[in-house]
């Protein structure tokens, strides 16, 4: 083979190992609760790694500081992919809404109920006779479902609303004019940031339920089917980073929203409560829990988070998890290493 001709087929084979480059991208427009946050982790973690841009994806995140539910982006074209809870799915599935959860982003809700590391209280069941503080009016339902557990209604206890800055919750344990607080992980950071020691006590009927997941109408599934499943592909490498290099994960964080990094302390608590609620539990990453969505309805049509209970085969779309999971571990550890090298 002459020279020319190798050096050519080399050079070929170099740039088809390379990211594509901007001009390459097709854009995914993509609308969930924050904007590029260590909330999220895998999303910036995998744009950092280049994982989103060799799927030849670039994220585009929609305004998400908005009243307008999250499904009519996905009803009007504006997003292709939405991240929503399972009240807000099965609430469009009801209304007749061709959605289909493709991922399960949080495989465990954030909500819960706290108290003071202090308190002799060890269980839901000893809340009765106290009073419970809320963080906000939303709250309310998570600590009826905790109630409902143990076989106890709100008419048990004495709940009120304390509000969402972590010193006014700290005080509340502090001056104990609160038994416990029902609310959500980043409270719970916003507490022991000001100095109180917490525990959680909540049941498995509140945790053991998606907390958010990735939703597309059906023609997008149609129209776009490679690109999700590339962005879903993305999404799970960033997520495996956590699992065995979140020194990396933090110092990407660091890097791309020092915002949430202004208390080091504070923002690595953030981020391992988002890796806590990020990184999957089932064996393939974001997979449908098709009996979860089933157990889950009873209880949330007796708290009217939902009018009627929906057969999941309905709205489950189970076709993306294998291609999400298509890739290799020993490569992407490879790439984190290569990254730290280079990068810490």
């Given at each position: 083979m002459n020279t020319l001709v190798k050096a050519g087929l080399l050079a070929t084979a170099a740039s088809l190992a390379l990211?594509?480059?901007?001009?390459?991208?097709?854009?995914?427009?993509?609308?969930?609760?924050?904007?590029?946050?260590?909330n999220y982790f895998p999303l910036i973690v995998g744009e950092a790694l280049g994982y989103f841009a060799e799927e030849g994806v670039e994220v585009n995140l929609l305004p998400s500081e908005t009243p307008i539910p999250f499904v009519n982006?996905?009803?009007?074209?504006?997003?292709?992919?939405?991240?929503?809870?399972?009240?807000?799915?099965?609430?469009?599935?009801?209304?007749?809404i061709d959605i289909n959860v493709v991922y399960e982003v949080m495989q465990t809700a954030p909500d819960g109920i706290a108290i003071s590391a202090e308190s002799a209280i060890t269980d839901v069941a000893d809340l009765?006779?106290?009073?419970?503080?809320?963080?906000?009016?939303?709250?309310?339902?998570?600590?009826?479902?905790?109630?409902?557990?143990?076989?106890?209604?709100?008419?048990?206890?004495?709940?009120?609303?304390?509000?969402?800055?972590?010193?006014?919750?700290?005080?509340?344990?502090?001056?104990?004019?609160?038994?416990?607080?029902?609310?959500s992980g980043p409270d719970w950071l916003a507490i022991r940031a000001n100095g109180i020691a917490i525990d959680l006590i909540t049941p498995a009927e509140v945790s053991d339920k998606p907390g958010n997941v990735f939703v597309s109408m059906s023609d997008t599934l149609e129209d776009k089917g490679e690109l999700i499943e590339g962005y879903l592909r993305a999404w799970s490498k960033g997520m495996y980073v956590a699992t065995f290099a979140?020194?990396?994960?933090?110092?990407?964080?660091?890097?791309?929203?020092?915002?949430?990094?202004?208390?080091?302390?504070?923002?690595?608590?953030?981020?391992?409560?988002?890796?806590?609620?990020?990184v999957s539990v089932t064996e393939l990453a974001g997979d449908l829990q098709t009996a979860t969505w089933a157990s889950i309805q009873p209880g949330m049509m007796k708290f009217d988070l939902i009018e009627e209970q929906v057969?999941?085969?309905?709205?489950?779309?189970p076709a993306m998890i294998a291609p999400a999971n298509d890739w290799s571990r020993e490569e992407v550890e490879a790439e984190v290493a290569a990254w730290r090298d280079a990068n810490m």
């Open positions: 990211p594509a480059t901007a001009q390459d991208l097709t854009t995914i427009n993509a609308i969930m609760p924050k904007q590029r946050s260590a982006f996905l009803r009007n074209g504006q997003a292709d992919i939405a991240m929503m809870d399972p009240a807000e799915v099965l609430q469009a599935v009801a209304a007749g009765r006779g106290e009073t419970v503080g809320l963080v906000s009016d939303r709250d309310l339902v998570t600590l009826k479902i905790a109630l409902d557990a143990r076989g106890m209604t709100e008419n048990d206890v004495t709940s009120v609303v304390v509000g969402e800055a972590g010193p006014t919750l700290a005080a509340a344990f502090r001056d104990q004019t609160v038994a416990a607080i029902a609310g979140p020194d990396v994960v933090a110092e990407i964080a660091r890097t791309t929203v020092p915002e949430e990094w202004e208390d080091p302390t504070f923002g690595q608590q953030y981020l391992e409560n988002a890796m806590r609620l990020n057969d999941p085969s309905e709205f489950l779309q």
